[in-house]
């Protein structure tokens, strides 16, 4: 995951709307590993979960934001 986020932060860079779509697919992986932990009965794995479902919501809120006061570049 850590070359996907790389990916992702080279397109922030250069001011890339796809992005966001990036960082949704990574937090959406995220979010199915930490529910087959809490699932699977790991320790801390609901702390974690909950910390995934703020960076989804984030990841969702900063693409709305983004594609309100820039033009799509892709």
């Known amino acids: 995951m850590n070359s996907v986020q790389q990916v992702t932060g080279v397109l922030a860079t250069y001011g890339y709307l796809s992005q966001w779509i990036v960082w949704l697919f990574v937090d959406a992986v995220g979010l199915l590993l930490w529910w087959n932990?809490?699932?699977?009965?790991?320790?801390?794995?609901?702390?974690?979960?909950?910390?995934?479902?703020v960076k989804t919501f984030n990841a969702f809120y900063g693409m709305y934001l983004w594609s309100k006061t820039t033009e799509y570049q892709d």
């Open 37 to 53: 932990q809490i699932q699977a009965g790991g320790s801390g794995a609901l702390g974690m979960f909950v910390l995934m479902i």
